[in-house]
């Protein structure tokens, strides 16, 4: 319950509402398996150099989105979260104004946190790479789990 407290009065900072009208540019749905990270990466840059992205946009996107996909794929469809074992992890790259916007979807409501990793642990850097090189990046708590986002300003 005190989780559920504090993510409330967290998630106003993360909260990320698109607007309805903005074109989703791709989407596609990963299977619950680690080996398909790889796959979500390069769909996330392709879309990013299909529609034109500034020059090391589709590089970041495909970094950030691979961090993200790991997470879900490692913290967000296990057993231990109570997300049923056929479910997947979808992606989705839309475009808001001049930002490209990578959503990952995964059936598990636990926030995501970022962690101080230090110097010898293998783990515990991804939501910081992500904030680091994102414009903005959040969660939002969604109907079926958690969304976890980034922006890129893809199109100055």
Known sequence: MTEAVVARTVLAEYRYTPDRLVPVLGERRLPCDIRCVASGRRFVRDVAVDWNA???????????A??????ALTHGTTAATGAPAASTVRVTVSREK???????????????????????????????????FSHHWGWALTPYGKSVWFQLLAWP
């Open 54 to 64: 500034a020059a090391d946009v589709p590089e970041v996107a495909e970094l950030l």
């Open 66 to 71: 691979s961090e993200l996909i790991t997470n």
């Open 98 to 132: 001049d930002l490209l916007v990578v959503d990952v979807h995964d059936p598990c409501p636990t926030l995501p946190r970022l962690r101080r990793a230090g110097t010898l642990d293998a783990f515990g850097r991804g939501l910081a790479i992500v904030q680091t």
